[in-house]
């Protein structure tokens, strides 16, 4: 345990008040989203509880450390190079962008990919689509603008997301588990692109 607070109040320092979504309290909720799916199986949950706390560190998104500065800290804090290399795998394959096949991930990979997904659901999903937009310069919204589902794609407006990204992941999720949980927090969306669409077309 003591490890684990190590590696947690290291991530708190590097990704506290991180602007995108990709924050302290995100790697947190991966974390205990990460515990409470892997209750199910018989896994290494250190691997699994380092991976989701740094998993966003080295992400070409955020990059609030290089790959070999992290893993400089790692060792730092005495986890072995064997394990070091099984979290560097899990974090390095787990990416929506990637599109790793699923049977080239450790279940450690598919539990830890499983959480991060699940805090791009719900009400804290559509929170942070808005937080990125906004960081990114992404507009909210463009009818003129089709969403495009045949491939991964980097979204050219916040509602196209939705559709390109968050509204497939329900489906891609690899525990059961995650997917009754994912399933719930989809509803939600779709509750407030109901909404959404009815006061942007002024019914409402």
Request: a negative charge.
């Given at each position: 345990?003591?490890?684990?607070?190590e590696?947690?109040?290291?991530?708190?320092?590097?990704?506290?008040?991180?602007?995108?979504?990709?924050?302290?309290?995100?790697?947190?909720?991966?974390?205990?989203?990460?515990?409470?799916?892997?209750?199910?199986?018989?896994?290494?949950?250190?691997?699994?509880?380092?991976?989701?706390?740094?998993?966003?560190?080295?992400?070409?998104?955020?990059e609030?450390?290089?790959?070999?500065e992290?893993?400089?800290?790692?060792?730092?804090f005495?986890?072995?190079?064997?394990?070091?290399?099984?979290v560097m795998?899990?974090?390095?394959?787990?990416?929506?962008?990637?599109?790793?096949p699923?049977?080239?991930?450790?279940l450690?990979?598919?539990?830890?990919?499983?959480?991060?997904?699940?805090?791009?659901?719900?009400?804290?999903?559509?929170a942070?689509?808005?937080t990125?937009?906004?960081?990114?310069?992404r507009?909210?919204?463009?009818?003129?603008?089709?969403?495009i589902?045949d491939?991964?794609?980097?979204?050219?407006?916040?509602?196209?997301?939705?559709?390109?990204?968050?509204?497939?992941?329900?489906?891609?999720?690899?525990?059961?588990?995650?997917?009754?949980?994912?399933?719930?927090?989809?509803?939600?969306?779709?509750?407030?692109?109901?909404q959404?669409?009815?006061?942007?077309?002024?019914?409402?």
């Amino acid at each position: 345990m003591e490890l684990i607070q190590e590696v947690n109040e290291f991530v708190r320092e590097l990704s506290e008040g991180e602007g995108t979504g990709h924050d302290y309290y995100h790697a947190l909720r991966v974390w205990r989203n990460a515990k409470e799916i892997a209750k199910d199986f018989d896994v290494d949950m250190e691997v699994i509880e380092i991976s989701a706390l740094i998993h966003d560190l080295i992400d070409e998104k955020v990059e609030l450390i290089s790959k070999d500065e992290l893993i400089k800290k790692l060792r730092d804090f005495g986890v072995e190079d064997k394990k070091i290399q099984q979290v560097m795998d899990v974090v390095e394959k787990i990416s929506f962008s990637k599109n790793i096949p699923k049977d080239e991930l450790s279940l450690e990979a598919k539990i830890v990919q499983d959480a991060d997904r699940l805090d791009a659901l719900g009400a804290i999903g559509i929170a942070r689509v808005f937080t990125y937009s906004g960081k990114t310069g992404r507009p909210i919204h463009d009818p003129r603008i089709k969403p495009i589902l045949d491939k991964r794609i980097r979204s050219k407006t916040a509602i196209n997301h939705f559709y390109e990204k968050l509204f497939r992941l329900k489906d891609e999720m690899n525990t059961q588990k995650a997917k009754r949980m994912a399933k719930a927090r989809e509803e939600i969306m779709k509750s407030f692109l109901e909404q959404f669409y009815a006061e942007w077309e002024g019914r409402k």
